[in-house]
Nanobody, 119 residues
Framework: QVQVVESGGGLVQPGGSLRLSCAAS????????MGWFRQAPGKERELVAR???????????SVKGRFTISRDNAKNTVYLQMYLQMNNLAPEDTAVYYC?????????WGQGTQVTVSS
């Protein structure tokens, strides 16, 4: 059974940095898309960044130039590790961040990790 687990959230001051991690296991991962979404109170969930098994990346407009997505163990692996490096954080980045894995036509979500940007 596929499992997706995030870690690395917390409280940071404006202008600071955080690194989120996401680990996926439970299958042989060859073709997939992994991504980060976030949801702030009273707002809809939005895409932050995603990366494909081929290495292609895309970002939400609000995080371009500040956030970087990356991953280990690209293909044909039983364990995926993905990261989101977040720099120059702003209060509007405060949200619960969710890891998403699209694999074999199914969506898998982590439990979410809180990121709070405040002085």
């Amino acid at each position: 059974q596929v499992q997706v687990v995030e870690s690395g959230g917390g409280l940071v001051q404006p202008g600071g940095s955080l690194r989120l991690s996401c680990a996926a296991s439970g299958s042989i991962f060859s073709i997939y898309v992994m991504g980060w979404f976030r949801q702030a109170p009273g707002k809809e969930r939005e895409l932050v960044a995603r990366i494909t098994s081929g290495g292609g990346t895309s970002y939400g407009d609000s995080v371009k130039g500040r956030f970087t997505i990356s991953r280990d163990n690209a293909k044909n692996t039983v364990y995926l590790q993905m990261y989101l490096q977040m720099n120059n954080l702003a209060p509007e980045d405060t949200a619960v961040y969710y890891c998403n894995l699209q694999h074999r036509g199914l969506d898998y979500w982590g439990q979410g990790t809180q990121v709070t940007v405040s002085s």
